[in-house]
């Protein structure tokens, strides 16, 4: 099991103020969280004003369930870049003995995994990966490409921690852009002030910078190092606790290596290059709530306008 | 460094860079990324190389330059050598 990163004393005291509040609802583990319903409320205004935004700027909304088809996970290259990171899930498989033994084991909190069988499914790691396969499946792009607002999903980190910022299951709402190269980098310059401007009109102070993913291992260095050198991955970053500011939103230009993993194909043949663009919605709602106070009554008219507006 | 390591630097290449090209045909001090390298190829290449010649990367080697051409492999190898040596 992975040690629980620990908080520092203002994300601790801030987690504390949320658990007080009614805003999160305990479950014992770090990182697992219910929600009350003010949070929920803020949730859903979120989920509102992104899926408008997308919606106004073309994008074909598609859905999906928040576990992937682990052969999925398999092509995607997830597990060389992020092994630590991922949740697969397992299930019984066995005759009445070992339904016996397990749950024997299991009620007295001692080791029952020798009984469960890795299944075909793993938990979202990302709320994009399912699109790939999904737009590959359709056929040769049309020119121009694709712009696909995933929406909200569930979306599993393994990695505990006493930050209340720092979740392992959270909803992303990924908007992912597939088609010809310099498309696909339009579409990331022109979303990155987009994005800016969303937080920007919700009151919060983001600033967009650089930066690179938590890769694993000592290669995962020079994937880090790439990724920083070349830019593909920008961040909008608001200060909520702790002696960094929290990414709300990060976006990831991944050139060909969706296109190659899952054979997506440009009108002309060539092979499609992807972006995509994750906002956490909990990051979001907590910023608020850092920024704005713990009562969405007193929340400034113009981003409870924003948020509730239909 | 003698042209032997050279060319032992373009077998790891063949097998782990998952180049276009045969890595022959490239000169020493081509781009391998312009050549199609990917950087989690070159994550491959950089631990097939620890193995091939017994050696580790330190942390400040562990960036995109390091493996960006045969030349660039090169002598990052040899300043490892140097550095086994004197200590």
């Given at each position: 099991m992975a040690t629980p990163r620990p908080a520092t004393a203002d994300q601790a005291a801030f987690r504390e103020e949320l658990l007080q509040a009614g805003l999160l609802v305990e479950s014992g583990v770090d990182g697992i969280y219910g929600k009350g319903e003010r949070f929920e409320q803020a949730r859903l205004g979120i989920d509102a004003l992104l899926t408008r935004t997308a919606g106004a700027h073309g994008a074909e909304r598609l859905r999906f369930p928040p576990?992937?088809?682990?052969?999925h996970l398999e092509d995607s290259g997830y597990l060389s870049s992020f092994p630590h990171l991922v949740g697969t899930v397992f299930s019984f498989e066995g005759g009445e003995t070992e339904a016996k033994l397990q749950q024997e084991r299991a009620s007295a909190h001692e080791d029952w995994s020798e009984f469960q069988q890795m299944t075909d499914l793993a938990l979202m790691p990302a709320a994009?990966?399912?699109v790939y396969p999904a737009i590959a499946a359709?056929?040769?792009l049309a020119p121009g490409g694709v712009f696909v607002d995933a929406g909200g999903s569930w979306v599993f980190r393994h990695e505990p921690s006493g930050d209340p910022a720092r979740l392992q299951m959270f909803h992303q709402h990924e908007l992912v852009r597939i088609g010809e190269p310099e498309r696909v980098l339009e579409w990331r310059n022109e979303w990155a002030e987009r994005g800016l401007a969303i937080l920007r009109g919700l009151g919060l102070a983001a600033e967009?910078?650089?930066a690179s993913d938590p890769f694993f291992g000592r290669g995962g260095r020079i994937l880090a190092a790439s990724q920083r050198e070349q830019q593909l991955k920008l961040e909008l970053l608001v200060q909520i606790a702790g002696p960094e500011?929290?990414?709300l939103a990060s976006f990831n230009h991944h050139h060909d290596h969706f296109g190659i993993s899952f054979a997506i194909e440009l009108a002309d043949g060539g092979t499609a290059h992807t972006a995509c663009l994750g906002f956490g919605h909990e990051r979001i709602v907590l910023a608020l709530l850092r920024t704005h106070g713990l009562d969405l009554e007193t929340w400034p008219e113009a981003v409870r306008r924003e948020l509730w507006r239909d | 460094m003698?042209?032997?390591?050279r060319g032992e630097i373009r077998q790891v290449l063949r097998d782990n860079a998952r180049l276009p090209v045969d890595p022959e045909s490239l000169r020493d001090d081509a781009d391998l990324f312009q050549a199609g390298m990917s950087s989690h190829a070159s994550v491959n290449v950089m631990l097939a190389l620890e193995d091939a010649f017994d050696v580790e990367f330190p942390d400040r080697m562990l960036k995109?330059?390091?493996f960006e051409s045969i030349d660039g492999i090169a002598a990052a190898l040899q300043e490892l050598e140097m550095e086994a040596k004197a200590g």
């Open positions: 576990l992937l088809p682990r052969r994009c990966y399912p359709r056929g040769r967009l910078d650089r500011p929290t990414a | 003698t042209p032997v390591t995109r330059s390091v």
